[in-house]
């Protein structure tokens, strides 16, 4: 079932656009953050959109410290990881 929050470059792309003209659910919204979380590529993106980056800003994903990313991206693999055991 966590396969559902991990979204590929394209499918974050795509509710980065739509997050820009309010068409994304919020459960596309937090999908989209979390994968903003672990790439690098994207936040570059969706840097150029300006709606979703004083999202990204309000919702403090930029401001986690690289521990508290660290210690998110182990919580989530260990899930991930059990999810596919
Ligand atoms: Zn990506």
């Known amino acids: 079932m966590r396969k559902l929050f991990f979204i590929d470059c394209s ?9 820009q003209y309010k ?9 989209l ?11 570059k993106f969706s840097s150029k ?3 979703l980056t004083e999202a990204i800003k309000k919702s403090k994903i930029q401001s986690c410290s690289e521990e508290q990313k660290q210690a998110w991206r182990e919580q989530i693999k260990k899930e991930f990881a059990e999810d596919n055991v």
Do not use: V
Not at 11 to 19: G, Q, T
Not at 23 to 31: F, I, N, S, T
């Open 11 to 19: 499918k974050a792309a795509e509710c980065c656009n739509k997050s």
């Open 23 to 31: 068409e994304a659910k919020p459960l596309d919204k937090m999908k």
């Open 33 to 43: 953050f979390l994968h903003l979380t672990f790439c690098q590529a994207c936040r």
């Open 49 to 51: 959109n300006s709606k």
